[in-house]
């Protein structure tokens, strides 16, 4: 049943991919226009601090975890925002062009950013795709997604972990004087990463594995279902560009029937629509299916929350979850 939703995702998708992305190519030259006029930016701040941008409020996390105070990090994405439909304003353009480093996830997720990361690619501006780092035979394979690779490689502890690596070693080669900071820093999230991934365990043992079913708006926790034993099933594709037909509704509705699954989830980064269309859908064959709360997927929570962490907003998740699912 699962494939053949996919399968017919696919048909659907496939052909609104390339129309959505061929609408991005004049506000994409109209962009790269502006960054052709941009200076070139001084190495370091007046105080002596590497200059960062980070795209995700994920990798904003990262960066600021192992760049600590030797670092000056600016994030383009906020609490909420889907970096699939992210479009660069001037502000932003100004901030790429200025900064000493970029760093950005790779893979399609920021999607309408691609063209100008490989125009700062050819002048030689500083940027970092972190998912370079990662063994490509190890990723989720995609046939209707542009990268051909699930780009939601957060919910993989272990790929984080080796990003985190990755990201401490650009930052060593940019800012040596600070090298031994950014290693000592490095160590001890992926300490605290190890820590994770051993709470997350523990909390899923304690629901049954046929309850395991996560049905979600949109296919983001394919990573954390391959992970940690869960069937996962999105109305939308991988990328929130594509919409779920009626027909992806109807079906979706009555797998959920035929297994009985107790609960499905929102995102906060995506409207919710399209999963109370799915729970008004079982309800009208007699069914009931709860919304067992807001999951965090494609980007963090509130700055200064803990869900604004990737640790915090890690284990909100899978609280979340086992919690709406038992």
Known sequence: MAKHLQNRKKTNRQGLFYMVKAKQV????????????????PKKESNGKLKVVATTSMLTDLLQQVGGDAIEIQGLMGSGVDPHLYKASEGDVNKLFTADMVFYSGL?????????????????????AVTDVLDKKELLASEYFASNYDPHIWFN?????????????????ADPKNAVLFAKNSARYLEALEVLEKEIRDIIST?????RILVTAHDAFNYF???????????QGISTATEAGVQDVQQLSEFIIKNKVKSIF???????????ALQASVGSKGH???????????????????????????????????????
């Open 108 to 128: 399609h997720l920021e999607g309408k950013l691609v063209e100008i990361f490989e125009k700062m690619e050819k002048q030689h501006r500083k940027t970092v």
């Open 225 to 235: 279902g391959e992970a940690f034993g869960f069937q996962v099933l999105g109305l």
């Open 26 to 41: 004049l506000g994409v030259l109209l962009l790269l226009g502006m960054m052709l006029g941009c200076k070139d930016s």
């Open 157 to 173: 502890i272990d790929f984080w972990k080796q990003i985190t690596e990755y990201t401490a070693q650009k930052l060593q080669e």
């Open 288 to 326: 009931q299916v709860t919304i067992g709360g807001s999951l965090y997927s494609d980007a963090l929570g509130t700055k200064g929350t803990i869900e604004g962490t990737y640790i915090g907003m890690f284990k909100y998740n899978v609280n979340t979850i086992v919690s709406a699912l038992k």
């Open 266 to 276: 929102i995102e906060t980064s995506v409207p919710r629509r399209t999963i109370e």
């Open 207 to 211: 629901l049954p594995a046929e309850k």
